[in-house]
């Protein structure tokens, strides 16, 4: 939160607003009386008012004197700038030198919601602020709840650096420091951050003293020395960069010798993208030391439900309708049950397509080699895959129809060796009409918009051996945006014989202008002409003609509520069931509620109902409340839940939280946590993690 937002919401407003800059180049003054001695002094009395440039003076009564160039300033002074405002007993502003001293002041920078006293006061020509005896906070007057006291205070570009510092909060001492540095421009600057605490059943007490290092306007360093009562000590680092082509950051956590688990633990994460002009690179790349590091450590950093961790590196350039992509992968198996899969090193991908235009040829061409590796199998190889496609689109302005043929080729050389291939040829036919009708009503004009389609596809069966290992195929699931794609199967270990009808229908409905924004709804089937004889391991043959009908609906009551209900079902049989609403009044008033469902109709396998829900409400400008959990319906238990609750004054804020999260073997772990931050009193305020960013998109099925 910035210091401009938390001061429009909560603290009183400065009488004196900022002045702006950019104003008068040669001093102007108006008083009610004058005396002028030739030479000598000007005397002005009642009502003095002095202006130039960003540079504001008030005083009863002004003695100019005009060898020296120097004013003397008595009763009712204050001095107001962009910066800051100072009242004050004496003062003295030096014209030629561009100078000011004041005594016995008070003063306020409004900005940044800071004020206080001090004994006197120095201004030079560069805003350049030295203070002595200073009593600094961003409190209100009628609620000091914390303060600094200090022998010295210089303040110059946007940093002050506090000298013989005395702590006090609630009006107790509780902290002395010879030395600190703290931002005043609402900017980050080198300097300690708040400290966290939390208590894990687990990890026991867990003090987390973090501090910032500004390296540079595009790079910062953020190193967080971290005490585990019953673990030890360990260090958290994390560096990130923003360049003009792109931005990303590492973080690197170790926990050396860890007395519970008898070993060393760490994680690593790097998150990087760049792009210039045609090119574009990324990194996804994590990586722990032990799969159960996530529920003993850091569960926060990572999906708890994953399998694997990635760990991916790609580079692509596209121009026109060329595109070349080069991909590097590996994962990290994070559960017992999850194997662990294929390294692709490299992955390179090359295609190009024409433009497609009513009622003129197009085509496309695919090519992708992937050199891979296992790491527990020990079986290496190299894989090329060729995709070559001629369509011919046509559209009317009521419907279209694409006829497609491809052709794809896959040939496997196991251990550099053995080479082993097949190929097939697809028919692929695409329709479908555009239908548009219009209703007036006292409400206004309804539109509903209906777009029925036809697809189907036909690739003869070939006989592929399954020696072959899947590098990346998996079986992709039964869904209503399926309905109209041409592959089974992610990946090119397997062609897939293919010979099916899927006819499905898009209905809107909305009013006026909003175009799609109130009801949309899909439903499908797919008609299987024959059995697919091409199978995955483990996958079961469905020997069904046809799916069941897909269906979803989106519907949007209002610009702030949204709800949706889908039914599906993957080639194995597994049925999907899912309803969620969302309210989303503002980023501080959202609320999510979701009910998933999955069961396998031929599997005998554990059925999945599961609620989650997630919101955070901002109850007033002070008060806060965050809330996520998953609860399982089958087992009834409780998978995970968090609480938190946080309260924002005008000068400080501090943050609750509960969690309580299920672990293999139906052991929980829970903790609690607190985080107390004083603003102003802190370098870098967008380290502070709010948890408000909740989402219902993972799903666990247990």
């Known amino acids: ?90 003062a003295t502003h030096n014209i030629k030198e561009k100078k000011s001293v004041l005594h016995n002041a008070s003063f306020t920078m409004p900005q940044h919601n800071v ?133 990303g950051s590492v973080n690197f956590f170790q926990l050396p010798d860890d007395r519970i688990a008898q070993r060393d633990r760490w994680h690593m994460q790097w998150r990087g993208r760049w792009a210039h002009n045609h090119w574009l690179a990324a990194v996804h790349y994590d990586k722990i030391s ?93 894989r090329f895959y060729t995709q070559m496609g001629v369509h011919y689109p046509m559209r009317w302005r009521g419907g279209f129809l694409t006829p497609s043929l491809r052709w794809k080729h896959i040939t496997h050389r196991l251990d550099h060796s053995a080479t082993i291939s097949t190929d097939a040829p697809s028919l692929i036919i695409d329709g479908g009409f555009f239908m548009h009708a219009r209703h007036r009503s006292s409400r206004g004009v309804w539109h509903h918009a209906i777009e029925p389609r036809v697809f189907y596809i036909r690739t003869p069966h070939r006989t592929q051996d399954n020696a072959v290992p899947l590098i990346d195929t998996d079986l992709l ?72 009908l897909l269906a979803q609906v989106d519907y949007s009551f209002s610009p702030i509520w949204r709800a949706r209900a889908q039914y599906h079902s993957s080639q194995n049989n597994q049925e999907f069931i899912g309803m969620e609403i969302h309210y989303w009044a503002s980023a501080t008033r959202r609320v999510n509620i979701a009910y998933r469902s999955i069961h396998n109709s031929i599997v005998a396998a554990d059925p999945s109902d599961q609620i989650l829900w997630a919101g955070i409400w901002r109850i007033n400008p002070r008060w806060q409340i965050a809330v996520r959990g998953q609860y399982d319906w089958d087992h009834d238990r409780t998978l995970a839940q968090q609480i938190g609750l946080a309260y924002n004054s005008c000068c400080w804020k501090i943050q609750f939280a509960y969690e309580r999260k299920l672990l293999s073997g139906n052991r929980a772990d829970q903790s609690f946590g607190v985080r107390f931050q004083l603003w102003g009193a802190a370098t870098r305020t967008d380290v502070v993690d709010d948890r408000d960013d909740f989402s219902l998109n993972s799903y666990a099925n247990h």
């Open 1 to 90: 939160m910035s210091s401009n937002l938390r001061s429009e919401a909560l603290c009183p407003q400065s009488l004196y607003p900022p002045l702006a800059s950019g104003g008068r180049t040669t001093w102007e003054l108006s008083a009610d009386e004058m005396e002028m001695h030739a030479n000598q002094f000007i005397h002005f009395n009642g009502n003095v008012l002095l202006t130039k440039d960003d540079m504001q003076w008030r005083a009863d009564t002004v003695h100019f004197d005009v060898p020296t160039k120097q004013l003397d300033l008595r009763g009712e002074i204050t001095y107001h700038s962009t910066a800051i405002i100072v009242i004050a007993d004496t």
């Open 290 to 382: 032990d799969p159960a590091y996530i529920n003993d450590l850091d569960s926060d950093a990572f999906d708890r439900y994953a399998p694997f961790l990635r760990q991916n590196m790609d580079i692509q350039w596209g121009k026109g309708g060329a595109k070349v992509h080069v991909l590097v992968h590996s994962d990290q198996a994070l559960v017992s049950s999850a194997t662990r899969g294929y390294r692709t090193v490299p992955q390179m991908n090359a295609e190009y397509s024409t433009r497609r235009q009513p009622f003129h040829l197009a085509a496309d061409i695919l090519t992708q080699y992937t050199a891979f590796s296992h790491p527990t199998t020990e079986i290496d190889g190299d």
């Open 115 to 247: 004020r206080g006293s001090m004994a006197k006061v120095a201004i030079d020509s560069a805003q350049k602020i030295k203070m002595e005896q200073v009593k600094y906070t961003t409190c209100p007057v009628d609620n000091e709840t914390w303060s600094v006291s200090s022998k010295k205070l210089i303040i110059e570009s946007g940093q002050g650096k506090f000298y013989g510092n005395r702590f006090t909060v609630g009006g107790i001492p509780i902290l002395y420091l010879p030395y600190i540095s703290l931002p005043v421009d609402g900017k980050r600057h080198s300097g300690l951050l708040p400290p966290t605490y939390r208590h894990s059943s687990l990890s026991g007490n867990i003090l987390r003293l973090p501090v910032y290092v500004n390296i540079a306007p595009q790079f910062d360093l953020t190193l967080i020395p971290a005490y585990f009562e019953k673990r030890g000590v360990g260090l958290a680092s994390e560096i990130r960069w923003l360049m003009r082509q792109g931005e």
């Open 477 to 548: 699931r039964v869904d209503p945006f399926a309905l109209f794609r041409a592959n089974v199967f992610a990946g090119y270990d397997r062609i897939s014989d293919d010979h099916r009808l899927s006819l499905g229908i898009v209905g809107r409905l909305w009013r006026n202008h909003h175009y799609g924004k109130q009801i949309v709804w899909r439903l499908g089937q797919i008609f299987y002409l024959d059995e697919r004889r091409v199978l995955l391991p483990n996958e079961q043959p469905n020997r069904n003609d046809r799916s069941p």
